[in-house]
DNA sequence: AACAGGGTCAACCGCTTCAGG
DNA sequence: TCCTGAAGCGGTTGACCCTGT
């Protein structure tokens, strides 16, 4: 509670039945405008902005009270972010009974889980960061100060040491630990149609070599490195995946039309829908990286 | 059973835009 | 054209619930 300045006492907090009931009266009778008449009328202790977000977010008739995204839905938010950004009252217009609040809600959920597995500490990801600062020194200060990685076992000391070096492509010391560097940036965002690009990760793109000697010998430096992180047995056909789809012609693209059009966001398709090779595309919503196993971000 | 951490949701705040005088 | 109040929007916060330890 809280005076305002004619001393009528402002109510804040939750509403009551009996508060929404005196609501869906007044926009019954006088339809959802003039909010601000609510209190002048003597009819609630609500600020106009109060009851108006009451009335979109709760009272509205044909909202979807208390159900879960859908999948489609999920498709569709991660969608129209991708091309909106963070306009959600446009993308809630699309969605029906979804209000701005909802999408917000669903989005902030999102980045904060996938916020919380790329910044894990004890990933290993985070050993590249002095290669990176190295030859990026404007962003060092950018960059998320991390702890000291920890190998534990032999598979991940191997797996961190593969992912900057390959046997089978000696020269080839970039390109997929950039890739998986920009992967971890807490800001990098992929979604099924685009890569979202800020001040920390185009600078990265220019560390991508998907076109020095030939794309093959990165690619096939990539695949040993997802060969020996500590994925469960069966996952690693999943990963290899990647390797195999057009993952490194994402990288490539982006660079390219980061240099030609000097955008931070990069629409391609939905390459990623597609990674089994059969254009599979069966409605199933989410990033990118829900189509990678599991245990990968256990790994993470 | 108690606690911690994460997820969800409702509501508030501050800023911008719009419309009317 | 300027001012003011209303409406709209996005960001943020805090309470509550659930789940795992």
Known sequence: MERH??????????????EDEV?????????????SSIRS???????????????????????KIGCKFSAEEERVVIDLQARFGNKWATIASYL??????????????????????????????????????????ALVHEMPTPKAPEFNTPQMKEAASSSS?????????????EILQIMSLPNFMMTPNSINLDSTTMPLLDTIETDHHNKSSTQTSLQHSFTHLPFLPESHNSVLG??????????????????????????????F?????????????????DELPADMFDYL
Request: proline share 7%; charged share 25%; glycine share 8%.
């Open 242 to 271: 990647l390797c195999e789809s057009n993952f490194l012609d994402v990288f490539a693209s982006t660079r390219q039309a980061v240099e030609l059009e000097n955008v931070s966001q990069i629409n391609f398709g939905s390459p």
């Open 165 to 177: 070096k390959c046997q089978s492509c000696p020269s080839s010391s970039m390109g997929n630990s």
């Open 5 to 18: 300045r004619d001393e009528q006492v402002i109510k804040k907090g939750p509403w009551t039945a009996e």
């Open 41 to 63: 009328m003597g009819l609630l202790p609500r600020t106009g902005k109060s009851c108006r977000l009451r009335w979109v977010n709760k009272l509205r008739p044909n909202l």
């Open 23 to 35: 609501l869906m009266n007044f926009v019954n009778k006088y339809g959802p405008k003039d909010w």
């Open 273 to 289: 829908l597609e990674l089994d090779g059969t254009g599979r595309n069966d409605g199933r919503a989410d990033s990118f990286f």
């Open 96 to 137: 029906p009974g979804r209000t701005d609040n909802d999408v917000k809600n669903f989005w902030s959920t999102r980045q904060k889980r996938l916020a919380r597995i790329l910044q894990s500490p004890s990933s290993p990801l985070t050993s590249n960061l002095e290669k990176i600062k190295g030859k990026s020194p």
